[in-house]
Nanobody, 123 residues
């Protein structure tokens, strides 16, 4: 089993930055891909970014490319999402996810999910 715990969410003004962290534990050696998603009230869950644990290759959704950056530190078993130039429409619960499969597309399924961390951007 794999456990994921997100942290770093909070309230920030528009234009500000936040860095989310996702600490992983358990059978982390079985993981290939780590991803970040978000879900705003009344909206579907949205893929934001993914990173390959071994190579560090990254993939970002067009909607956040240039503002959000995913990274990983395997020595700490932690994945990060740096979010800059935040907008009120970025307000959502942000989730970390993990998969034992290599990344193919933004529609890939993930086996493990964190509990989410709230990000609120005020105007």
């Amino acid at each position: 089993q794999v456990q994921l715990v997100e942290s770093g969410g909070g309230l920030v003004q528009a234009g500000g930055s936040l860095r989310l962290s996702c600490a992983t534990s358990g059978r982390t050696f079985s993981l290939n891909t780590m991803g970040w998603f978000r879900q705003a009230p009344g909206k579907e869950r949205e893929f934001l970014a993914a990173v390959a644990r071994s190579s560090g290759a990254t993939y970002h959704a067009t909607s956040v490319k240039g503002r959000f950056t995913i990274s990983r530190d395997n020595t700490k078993n932690t994945v990060y999402l740096q979010m800059n130039s935040l907008k009120p429409e970025d307000t959502a619960v942000y989730y970390c996810a993990a998969s034992p499969r290599p990344y193919k597309t933004a529609l890939d399924p993930y086996d493990y999910w964190g509990q989410g961390t709230q990000v609120t951007v005020s105007s």
